[in-house]
């Protein structure tokens, strides 16, 4: 029986060898012409003993694991494992969730269909506001139900505005809750749009701060307007605080950064399948005289650091802040036949240096954590000390 069973799941594993190579070869034009004459070779250099060896794991698991497993199931889960395996980015995505991410624009922020309440009583925070025919009550959540860990940060000790920070994000990202200590952990999209105005304030001793929440296709023009709309007498100085900002288009940060930059390479990327590629700063002189400070922390990532990476090591402006995330690769999907998809890791970020984002982060020219300091008087506080130097 054993034997008979091995045989089958070995015609099964060709099987879906020879499935996926059509699924591929179906799936959009972009990740089609990405994917098929390469994965004609690199099939043909999958070896044998590798093949043979999953196929016996496959045997082992189906005819002894404690619970009984379907086909499907075993082979979903080896699917999902080979795309996790490769970094914190790439995933398989179930037809139900390919879908859903595509009703999301590209650039926009976000948070979750709820809010949390913390409740002095038992000293924990609890989901509120949350509608019975919204996404996350369809997993399963509820209002007045507790909140023990976000993201693998345990938030009970947390204030409100940190809280806040956990919960939002690009928008289709998803983050990790965790219910109680003892629960399993499930994913909750980010699909409520957060409204991303650039906030920005003209303080006492002239320091334009710009509040650029997510980089958006009309942020370069938007920062463009707002400091053209000061009088450039007025202003000693621009300081933009980048805490929490997720990222968002590559190519708004590029242009952005070009607005200060005249010369140079703002960001490169390097890819085995798309080449290397380099953004080139245009010239200009415009606003070539003016101060700059960028302020980040941790949840500074991807295209907020391609911008402060360039802008730093161009000599263009001052870190201040927390060393950021470290968030630097470009995804791509790759649909497939049967309506999911793979979003994976392509290629990744390198500063004007040639120094690799992913992993590492962007690290301040002067490390200066918030704290419990008041949000206003941190602001000022880091503003006079760009209006000093």
């Known amino acids: ?48 003993e590798s093949i043979q060896q999953f196929v016996q794991i496959y045997g082992i698991v189906k005819e002894n694991y404690a619970k009984e497993k379907t086909d499907e199931d075993l082979f979903q889960q080896a699917i999902k494992g080979l795309l996790s395996g490769l970094d914190r980015y790439s995933r398989y995505l179930s037809p139900d969730d390919y879908k859903q991410l595509l009703q999301y624009t590209e650039g926009d922020l976000a948070t979750v269909d709820f809010g949390l309440n913390f409740d002095a009583g038992l000293q924990q925070w609890v989901i509120q506001g949350l509608k019975k025919d919204a996404d996350s009550a369809k997993q399963g959540l509820r209002n007045g139900v507790t909140v023990f860990k976000i993201d693998d940060q345990e938030v009970k000790k947390l204030s409100h505005a940190q809280v806040k920070h956990l919960l939002d994000g690009a928008i289709g990202s998803t983050l990790n809750l965790q219910l109680s200590a003892n629960s399993q952990a499930m994913n909750i999209v980010r699909n409520t749009k957060i409204e991303t105005d650039i906030e920005s304030r003209l303080l006492n001793n002239q320091v334009l701060v710009l509040s650029v929440k997510v980089f958006q296709q009309d942020t370069a023009n938007e920062v ?71 302020l980040i922390n941790g949840r500074s990532a991807s295209a907020a650091e391609v911008f402060t990476a360039a802008m730093k090591e161009h000599g263009r402006a001052w870190v201040t802040g927390e060393k950021s995330y470290g968030k630097g690769v470009v995804q791509k999907l790759f649909p497939l036949s049967n309506g999911a998809a793979l979003q994976m890791t392509v290629s990744e970020y390198y500063t004007p240096n040639g120094r690799m984002i992913e992993g590492t982060g962007v690290q301040p020219d002067l490390a200066y954590p918030q704290h419990d300091a008041n949000e206003q008087s941190y602001i000022e506080h880091v503003a006079e000390l760009l209006a000093a130097r």
């Open 224 to 294: 463009k307007r707002l400091i053209e709309s000061h009088s450039a007498s007025k202003i000693k100085a621009v300081l933009f605080d980048l805490r929490n900002n997720p990222g968002g288009l590559l190519s708004a940060a590029v242009e952005t950064a070009d607005l200060f930059l005249n010369q140079g390479v703002i960001v490169s990327t390097r890819s085995r399948s798309e080449g290397d590629q380099q953004f080139q700063a245009l010239p200009s002189f415009e606003f070539q005289n003016l101060k700059v400070g960028i």
């Open 1 to 48: 029986m054993a034997q008979a069973h091995w045989k089958s799941a070995v015609l099964f594993s060709a099987l879906l060898m020879c499935a996926s190579h059509a699924a591929w070869a179906a799936g959009k034009p972009s990740a089609a012409s990405d994917f098929d004459s390469d994965y004609e070779q690199s099939y043909a250099e999958v070896p044998v």
